[in-house]
């Protein structure tokens, strides 16, 4: 592998404050106790803007040797840049709405439910964004709402399954948008992308193919009814790779929605990827998140190609990780990657061809 040592540098230290962003983000932002973004809010209403509050939060927590790292990702990765989001866009949205009126259900150990953010609660509501040029510097698009927002929820065995958050809503605009004649979906969850795909006159009939038979169930006697167009729902029990590989009919489009994260959705790709001549137009959900955490994958062999890592490095392929690792490096080994290959590479589009071109 030939590549540019002084470009790879700035490839290694962007990648490596894209890693610091989302651990500073997961620690310190997203996911705190009640009492935290209690503690925002009273800032706030003593007239301490969003952003300062949050520093001032942050850093009690935090190491003196932290301190640096975090005040980079605020201040020139986007971290202080928090979106005061509408709820009007959300609680609009026609199925929200229908759902917002359920009461709790459950069904076996499968339970909807309502949960809420808090007045100032930070959370992702939309992929990241990531600069043009060649480091790809990403940034969170972080979002809060000043008074309380409840929203629909399904869990299972106490784990919660879906939400019908922003971020959810947002993230499934393309597939949506794209879903045409004979439509098919992999993952159920709270129907959100059935409902909607469902009332385009450019869908003929919308299959979803889901495993969990109590996800079915609920779904069938509580969210099904609700469908103004249910007569287009086609649901099958099942597994979808096993579905996929069947291949017994022809698909106009496809969306992907079986995994919880991005970590969770290379696998499941990479899995289903070789089965897909079936189907048309193909989306995956978080497809951007997908490939944005696979460069970093892609990086990581890199990086170790400057340390020297050769083929006996990745000889033992005993999990799924090690085996994506020996795959890229396998595709890789033998390139000469000038700035413009090496840009392509590592674009999305480059990501993707890579990532459909790995078996494990």
Sequence with gaps: MEINAKRLASIF??????QNLDQIANEFYLHQESEYYQQIAARVMSNVDIASSYRLEAMKFMDEGYKEVYADCAFNMGLDELTLLSPDHFTENPY??????????????VRFFKREYLPYETFIYDEADESEDITHEEKLNLGFFDKPFSFPAIEKNGEVWMSLIPHEILTMEKAIARAKGNAITFGLGLGYFAFMASQKQEVNSLTIV??????ISLFK?????????????????????????KGHKTYDSLFVDTYHNEVDGIYFALRLIPHLNHFGEVDFWIEKSILQFFRRYVIAILEESEFGYNDDDYKVRKDDYTALLGAIYDRLKNEKFDDSSLQQLLSLSGLKALLSSIRI
């Excluded at 230290?13 to 894209?18: A, D, G, K, L, Q």
């Excluded at 929200?96 to 150990?109: C, M, Q, R, Y």
């Excluded at 889901?210 to 996800?215: G, L, M, R, S, T």
């Design 13 to 18: 230290y962007s990648n490596e404050v894209n």
């Design 96 to 109: 929200f709405k229908l759902l917002a009126k359920l009461n709790d259900k459950k069904v076996g150990k």
């Design 210 to 215: 889901e495993n969990d038979p109590e996800v």
């Design 221 to 245: 006697s509580t969210l099904l009814p609700l469908f103004p167009h249910k007569e287009k729902i086609i649901l099958i029990q099942g597994d979808a790779i096993e579905f996929a590989k």
